[in-house]
């Protein structure tokens, strides 16, 4: 199958055209023919990774996601593309449904995500992350357990869904801080939220938990070192 050719970053007649321009970023919208991906590597533990968007704002300089790229092109200019995917909400309806016939008390492993960050600012907007929580938390009409999930992020966005975050039975969330430095995070990843943001996040999220309600989340915070090059 041919592969999508994007408006920008192509000499021919693009087949993805870029639906807004989001800051310097440009947005493009593509349908997802699966969410769920086998986990391996350093996260084999997981059953899947999900990754709701493609690309990333923040474009760190030392992200290893940006050899993911679509092209060669678009690894260089990483940071200033991102796919969102469409359907992807209905996609992983489809996709736990699925697992839970064939596993019905099994939760399956979820981790989010393994190259993007699933509450960049764009996610601000189009709520995709948002949406595929609320999916994970449907399962619980049909009386399945909601997956163990694990987000990985730098946002402080995620406060938003504390109230989403803390329906789910098992949940770590992971936030990124590589360096106590504003001066190195200004060199390394200038586009990310300042430490400050992060660390505030962090306090919000631990504070604004209620383990009373009957769906008590397990959260940690991971602090990521910057290793030097």
Not at 206 to 222: H, N, R
Request: contains cysteine; aromatic residues 12%.
């Amino acid at each position: 199958m041919a592969q999508p050719k994007y408006e920008g970053y192509c000499g021919c007649t693009p087949t993805k055209l870029v639906r807004e321009k989001f800051g310097d970023v440009n947005v493009y919208a593509q349908n997802a023919k699966s969410l769920l991906t086998k986990a391996t590597g350093f996260i084999g533990d997981y059953d899947f990774t999900l990754n709701p968007y493609r690309g990333c704002q923040y474009g760190c300089s030392y992200c290893y996601a940006a050899a993911f790229s679509p092209n060669a092109q678009m690894r260089q200019d990483w940071g200033k593309w991102v796919i969102f995917k469409e359907n992807a909400a209905d996609i992983l309806a489809k996709e736990l449904k699925k697992w839970y016939e064939k596993n019905p008390h099994t939760p399956p492993r979820i981790y989010m995500s393994s190259v993007t960050d699933p509450y960049q600012p764009l996610e601000s907007k189009y709520q995709l992350t948002h949406r595929l929580l609320q999916v994970m938390l449907d399962v619980r009409d049909d009386l399945y357990p909601t997956p163990t999930l694990v987000i990985q992020t730098r946002s402080p966005i995620i406060t938003r869904d504390i109230d989403y975050l803390q329906r789910f039975k098992r949940l770590r969330i992971n936030m990124s801080i590589p360096t106590g430095s504003e001066l190195v995070r200004k060199d390394f990843e200038p586009r990310s939220p300042s430490i400050k943001a992060r660390l505030n996040a962090i306090i919000k999220i631990k504070q604004s938990i209620d383990y009373f309600k009957g769906f008590v989340p397990k959260i940690s915070i991971t602090i990521t070192p910057l290793l030097p090059t």
